[in-house]
Every structure is written in C-alpha cells, then in structure tokens.
C-alpha cells in the first residue's frame, strides 16, 4: 500500500496535460470490444449528446465464429488512414480485449498506432477483466501507448470502493465539477489496479485501495491524449444495470463524456446540472421520436392519411441542427428551452397520431359491426322463414308402388 500511495505522489508531482483547446465540429469515435446495447451503457449516453457521432464495432454481443469475427472486423474497420481520420477524433475500447487483440490484423493495429501517435487521435480504455487479457494488451502494439502498465501486475479489487478527486487547480476540470454533485460518496463492488506510468496524471484515486482511477497523458508528435480507468463502463458503479445492481450515480454517463470532451481538446463540462438535464430531455425526445415514428407507420397501415403528421414530424426532428449547435456552442439554457419546445411539439404530434389511430380503429369497428350484424340479420331472417314460419317448408310425400 505504501509504495501504491507514493506512486501517486510521484506522479502527482509531474508535469500535468497541457491547456485545452476548442475543437470545431463534430466529434467522432470509434467503439470496439464490449459495446453495444446489449452490452453497455455508452450507446445512451452518447445518445444523448448532441455532437457525438459514432459507430461501433462490437465484438461480444452474440456467439460469432473466428472467421465471422474476422470478417466482421475487416468489413467495418476503416481501410485508409485518411478515413480513418475523417471520420474518428477517438477510439475507445471498451473490455473484451482478447477479441479486440485477437481478431484485428496487424495492418490495423498499427494504423490505430500511428493515428494515435503521428495524428493525434485519443485513445481510452477501460482495464481487462481478466489477466488474460491484460497480457494480451501488453503485448499489443497498442499498450506502449497507454498510461497504464500492463505488464505491472493484474489485481482485482473486491469489497466495495469509492473515489477521491484530486484537487488541483491546474487540473482541467473533468471530475472536479462533480465533486459538490456528490460524486465520491458513491460506491462500487469491485475495480482494478492502474499501474501509472512514470509521467503520467492521475485526476482521481480509489478509496480505499490509494490506487489511481482515472490516468492520462500526452504522447507522440501531436499530443495525443490516452487514458485509462479502473473499471469497465458497464459496472455498477458507473450507474449501470448491466453486471449487477446499480449504484445511485446519475452522473456516470455525464463523467465519462467529460473524459471523451477532455480528450479530443473540448473543454469539458462545469455546469454538470443544467447539462444533464439537457442530455436527459433529449434522450426523451429521442425516445419520444422513435415511439412517435413507429406509431405513424402503423396507423399509415391501417389506410389513414398520415401525410401532414410526417411533415410535422419532419420539421420538429429538423431542429435537432439548431439545438446541436447551441449546446455546442455551450448556450445550454437556450438548447435546453429549445429541446423542451421540441419534446412539447412531438407530444403533441404523437398525440394526433393516437387520435388518428382511434378513428381509423373506430371505422374498422364499424365496418366490422356491420358485416357481422348484416351476416347475423340474413342468417336470423333465412332461419325464422325456413324453420318458423316454413313459408317454403313442404311435407315430404309418401310414394309408394301400386
């Protein structure tokens, strides 16, 4: 323990990452390993900010053979570096590093190696699960990139944790925002040992343990930012529900895009409230958009005229340019006003579209009303005049030969 807490001394007393920049723009990232819906939580939360594209490249949703994960690797993995680059300011990675180690090719290794190192795009990862796979990522091309030593000795904490920030005033402000949120009484079930490079920063340590959360630093010809933290996006502490019972941190999606803002040479966020609220009513228009969508092709289906509810839908999913560039322009009083405005309006659109759905439903009824009482009127009206009245009944003569 005590050579654990003299490393973060050591390191804390080094230079820190040098000033942020704005960057213009989208930002772009690259997802590999353990991601996806089904498998972490990072889809929503990038979801849910509104300058991140991505795309993802997942490796451990579902059963797949070494020739289908090869496969699926060379079809979705950038062929050119000037691809790359236009498309990615970061790469994250996110578990499952055996697969990610495994099944890349060593042309595209070292094309993730030199984007990093000769252009500057950032590199994340959360650490292995598994020894395994931390020897496997020591082995990588990839590892001499990152602040973390994987050759320095897997441990597994267990028993519950928490973090301290590290309070800095020349720290940028990533995790200090959320500090007076209550960030660092929050706990975890379990975590790992960063072994922090000689040079590198740490922004936030484990508790108990004294070992680094979070380490970052510069590297190669433009400063490439790369990272490490001490457990996976999908456990708990984070707020995830994915390997476990959560804890009660809402504001794990919010610190891990501070950490993504930071690295690209955004500045990230300090008025955490206001832009989580922001983050969170766009997630509900999103959803509200996507159930809004569904429900105008499935009246669409029944014969109703749903064209001025998709142009209205149309319009109110346009103005996700005007809100994007308001947050990006950090005006979050005004994006969240405007975000509300569009929230209020496709409510408003869904609700014709229910009041539409209700009126093709009751025509449907009536028609259906009408067949089945016009078919139960001809049936009572054939019974009662053959069997009642037997207007057309005739006795059945009786024959016989002479």
Known sequence: MRWAVGAIILVLLLPCASSVTEVSGRIGLMLLGDVGRLGSPIDDWLDQDLIIDYFE??????????????????????RTMPRLLDLYDMIVVCEEEGLFT?????KQKMMLYDAVEK???ALFNSLPNEDYEER??????????MPHDYLGGYKEFKGGFGISVVQREDLPPIFKPFVPLGIERYRGPWCRRINAKTGSTI??????????FYVSWEIGDKRARTSNVANDLDEPWWGSAYRGPPSENPYGGDLFLNMVYWSVGKKPITDIYVVHTVRAVFGD?????????????????LGANTRRLGEDLEEISNGRKEAR????????DEALAYLQDMLKRI??????????????????????????????????FVTWTLMVRRRLYREVAITRAV
Do not use: C
């Open 203 to 212: 922004w936030a340590a484990v508790k108990p343990f004294g070992t680094p």
């Open 119 to 121: 252009h500057g795009v």
């Open 325 to 332: 560039e308001l947050y990006f322009e950090q005006r979050y």
């Open 102 to 106: 495994q099944y890349l090719t060593h």
């Open 347 to 380: 409510r408003e659109v869904n609700a014709r579209a229910i009041e539409l759905k209700q009126r093709a439903f009751f025509w449907i009824y009536l028609v259906e009303w009408l067949v089945v009482t016009g078919a139960l009127m001809v049936v009572g």
């Open 136 to 145: 496997q990522w020591a082995d990588s091309v990839l590892a001499k990139l």
């Open 57 to 78: 490249i997942p490796m451990a949703q579902k059963p797949m053979t070494e020739q289908e994960l090869k496969r699926y690797t060379a079809i979705y993995f950038p």
């Open 285 to 301: 228009f999103l959803l509200q958009q996507g159930v809004t969508m569904s429900l105008i092709d499935f009246v669409d289906s």
